[in-house]
Every structure is written in C-alpha cells, then in structure tokens.
C-alpha cells in the first residue's frame, strides 16, 4: 500500500493531529497519523464522537441546553460561561508559536479577564477524567495557554468531564499553566512537528511504524498492513547470497604421449559389520593366579614424649561464706511458688496510685493530696501524633503518620490538644487525598492501557 507524495510545504499542526502522533497519549500512533493525514483515508466518528460534538454544539446554544439530561449535572458551568466575560468556540491560527509550522485550534472557552482555559469533555465514566496532575502536562491545553497567554503570566486550564452514561455526572478539574510548563510543551510539539516532517516523504506505510497496543479502538485496523516489513526485510538477509570467487581452472598435468600416470592408491574400506565390535572391559581374573600385593610394612610407634611435673602454687584458702550471701548465689528458680498470687500492677507504679489509672491517676492523686502546694508536674510542650494506612498500590500499603509538637502557651492542656489534634487531621488528610490522587492517576493509565 503506498501513499502519493506530498510537495514540500508548510506543515499545519492541530491538536488532534499532535496527539495522534505522540505515542505517550492513550490513543497516539504514527502509522495511524499517516492513514489519517497523508493518506486521508476516512476517520468516521464513532457514536461517542458524534455525542460529543451534538453536546458541545447545545452548549454553545445557550442555557437551555441544560433541560438536555446528559447536560442536567452541568447546568452550573454552562450558565456560567454564558453569564459574560466569556467566549466560546475561539478559533486559532498562529504562525509564531511554533516556528516553521503553522498551528490551528479551537478553544471552547475562554475567560480573558480571569485568565481561564475551559474545555468540555465527554466520557462514558469518571474514570477516564484526567486529574489535576495529569491536566498540568496536557499538550493540548498547554499549547491553548501558550497562543494566548502573555510570556510571564500564569494561566488557569480546566476540564469539565461529562458522563454519557447513567448515573450522569460532571466533574472539574483545573491546573495552572506556568511559562516553564508551556515553553516545555512548545519543545515537544516541535519535536513532533519534525517527526511529521518525516513521514511525510514516506511513500509506503510498511516503513511507518505502528504501536500494536492501540489496534482495538483504531479505525484503521483492516487497513494496517500486520507483520509485511519485517517479513520482507527477514527474506531479503536470508535469500541474499555473498558473491562466490570465480573458481580457480586446474592446468593438466604435462604427460608424455603414451604413458599412462599411475593411479593413485586407494584406501582400504572397512569392513561392513553387522554386529558392532564389543566394547574395552578390563581382563577377568585367571583363577589361580594371584596378583601381587603391595609389601606390608609395620611402622614403629611414635617414642613417647615424657612432660615435666607441673609447678606447685601456692593458693590462700577462700574465705567461708555467710548465709545470706550462700542464698544469693543459689540458682533462682523459675516460675512462683505454689499458692502465691500474681503481682499487681499498682505494685509497680509510683506511691498513691491505685493501680487502674496508671501514672496519669498517680498524678491525679499527687494533686488531690497536695492542693495547697499545687501540682508538681509542669506541662510545658504537647506532641499530637496520628497515623493511616492508604493501599495505593495492590499489596504494597502506604503509611502515613503525622506529628505535632507545640509549646503550650497561656492554653490549657485540653485546649492546647484540641488545637494541635485539628492540624495534625487536617495534615493528615491532606497527605490521603493526594496519595488517592496518585492512586486515581494509576488506575487512568491502567484503563488507557499505557
């Protein structure tokens, strides 16, 4: 299947068409760029698309749009847009942002005056919405921001997700466009643009290369030529032959007329054996005949070695022990005698502790005993600590603990807790909402299948 060739000039990019070719998104696939925008084969709208387009179309209608159920849930945002300051369907065409292409879109909405970037988007679930953390590196809205947002200020980017199916749903998610985000943006699409540049010259789709994990939603599947080039490229280095070396031409022989040469002699065949020959064992004993052993020698004992007497030290006697110190040294037995009773535990606590109040009840009844000295105890400092547990991934939990420590100032023990406790949860909670976050982002790769 070949494609025609397309003269040279200036290339148009879309955001659609960035997409298609940039293998990081969920659909993108370069062979499937160059069905679509060299060989311009037919891209029919699946039913999802054409929903989107006739929801996108009553949005722009005006605020009866709402009285559509689908549209029901996002009847907030569509007033919204419609109340003022807004506009929608902005076209673009800069020839500037990216320098040697020409670049074409369309924004939903947009808010000037508080710098806002909407786009409306359709989904069959939630699921599919992309978070927040996802949004800040969207390529598309980043390079909507970049052509109307001024080199030094920061842009507002928003989806609002609509469900298809029911229950029906609207979801926001917004993130902020700084300049560093899309100057990095600007150098992919550049990158992208030159990888089109390429393909463009390619007049056979076999060269082009396919992503095969993206073939179940692609619309050019059928059309997908399916292990052709590397067939072709398998025989060529098979069938390819090194140039044989013309064989040298042996001179005969000058040999006298008449005089035959002798005839080389032959090698004697061997014989044909139907039974093969047995195999080398080692000679069986002649019986009789005994075979000479090795001469057995007695070795003569080691001479005995004769030590000297050991030396004689003289050594105090001990001194007698008393009872007491004999009772001490004896191995203690394990375990309680019979008939005696476990210690309590007020046994081990400081004097006046009942025992089912533990220290903090010993203090307690320090105070209580002693009310004209007051309380021995000053409490000059509080730590708050509370801990979580977020299965992010499957089998591997993640614990969050949180702790506070604060100086306790003109406050009262309760109060300065109550205190301390609030930020520690808010913290706390804080930490779980970003780890589901992340969990969130996860299970959307998962589903997308990258």
Known sequence: MTAPV??????????????????????????????????????????????????????ESGPNAVTHEILAPAREFIAEVHAGGWHLEVELKDDKLLPGFDFIGYIDAINPERKIIRDWKTMKTLQYAKPSMML????????????????????????????????????????????????????????????????????DVKDTEPDRTKCNFCPYKNNCPTGEKTMNLLSSILNAKPAAAPAPVAQPAAVPTGILPPEAPKAAAEPFQAVPPPRKTPPMPIPGLRTPQRPFTIQEPAPEVVLPPPAVVAVAPPEPFTAAEVEIAAPKK????????????????????????????????????????????????????????????????????????????????????????QQVMSELVRRMEQLHSAKKDLSILKAEGR
């Open 334 to 421: 394990r375990g309680r005698p019979p008939g005696s009773k476990s210690t309590k535990a007020a046994d081990t606590l400081p004097p006046g502790s009942t025992g089912t109040g533990g220290i903090a009840q010993a203090v307690q009844n320090h105070i209580s005993e002693n009310p004209s000295t007051g309380p021995s105890l000053v409490v000059k400092s509080i730590t708050v600590t509370r801990s979580a547990t977020v299965q992010v991934v499957q089998f591997e939990p993640m614990r969050i603990d949180v702790s506070v420590t604060a100086d306790v100032a003109g406050l009262s023990v309760a109060e300065a807790t109550h205190i301390l406790d």
């Open 136 to 203: 800040e590196k969207d390529l598309q809205m980043n390079l909507y921001a970049a052509a109307v947002a001024d080199a030094d200020e920061d842009i507002t980017i928003e989806h609002i997700s609509i469900t298809t199916q029911k229950p029906y749903q609207v979801l926001r998610t917004a993130a902020v466009s700084t300049p560093a985000i899309r100057q990095a943006a600007v150098q992919k699409a550049l990158a992208l643009g030159a990888g089109m540049q390429q393909y463009m010259s390619i007049t």
């Open 6 to 59: 397309i003269p040279d000039k200036r290339l148009r990019l879309s955001a659609s068409s960035l997409t298609t070719f940039d293998t990081d998104t969920g659909f993108g696939c370069k062979r499937k760029w160059f069905f679509k925008y060299v060989m311009k084969l037919p891209d029919p709208p699946g039913p999802g698309a054409d929903l989107g387009q006739k929801l996108h179309k009553l949005i």
